[in-house]
């Protein structure tokens, strides 16, 4: 597709559960980016990917936490033993160019996690 | 630290009339840039307008436009001539240009909503 592409797009999970996000980047797109949107609040960045290098992990909440894009291309997501603070959306992002300039970031629809 | 503030909650606005959605940002860098995005209740982000921090002539796309006041540190989105599916939440968000993988700062938001 021409988009960014997430699934699933809701996701219930029980406290305790693990849980596996997976976020389509738009074709050749080198920057990827996680965030967290709570309910009412503006995204929080998560965390960013330069192809399959791991750059910036400093807005994961815990070591619950854990992405990987290991080809550079389809990243995912893990949440460890959900908690219900984990409750959110989680948008992921991507972009064309490595950093710099007017290029915006392209959005996925998001998957809305809900843990009870 | 970098940080957003969108002070205005909610916003209502008569149809076909303009409205000033509030952004002011703290950021002791030079370089940034600034980002408006509107994210209908489908949850998509969708981006409207970019302005540089170089930028001398305030942004303008189709019915938005961005009146940056760099010594004021605000950069207020200008909607014109408002429609029925202008109603929407709306982020303001900052990205420092020399900051490795440039991710986005949101604020929390402002839902607008567009009367006929």
């Known amino acids: 597709g021409a988009g960014v592409s997430q699934s699933p797009r809701y996701k219930v999970a029980k406290r305790g559960q693990d849980v596996a996000l997976r976020c389509d980047p738009i074709s050749g797109h080198v920057s990827l980016f996680w965030y967290q949107q709570a309910l009412g609040q503006g995204p929080e960045f998560l965390t960013y990917?330069?192809?399959?290098?791991?750059?910036?992990k400093s807005g994961l909440p815990s070591d619950r936490f854990f992405a990987e894009r290991p080809e550079g291309s389809v990243s995912t997501l893990k949440i460890q033993r959900t908690q219900q603070e984990d409750s959110a959306v989680y948008l992921c992002a991507s972009r064309l160019e490595l950093a710099g300039g007017s290029y915006e970031q392209y959005f996925g629809p998001g998957t809305r996690l809900t843990v009870t | 630290a970098q940080k957003i503030t969108q002070t205005q909650p909610g916003m209502f606005v008569q149809e076909k009339e303009a409205v000033t959605l509030d952004c002011t940002y703290d950021?002791?860098?030079?370089?940034?840039?600034l980002f408006w995005y509107k994210q209908p209740s489908s949850g998509e982000m969708i981006f409207l307008i970019y302005q540089g921090s170089y930028d001398e002539q305030n942004a303008t796309e189709g019915r938005y436009s961005l009146n940056f006041q760099k010594a004021r540190k605000s950069a207020n989105l200008v909607i014109s001539a408002s429609q029925l599916g202008d109603s929407a939440m709306y982020f303001c968000a900052m990205r420092l240009l020399m900051e490795y993988g440039n991710k986005l700062v949101f604020g929390a938001g402002t839902i607008l909503r567009v009367k006929s």
């Open positions: 950021t002791s860098d030079q370089s940034y840039g």
């Open positions: 990917f330069q192809n399959e290098a791991q750059l910036d």
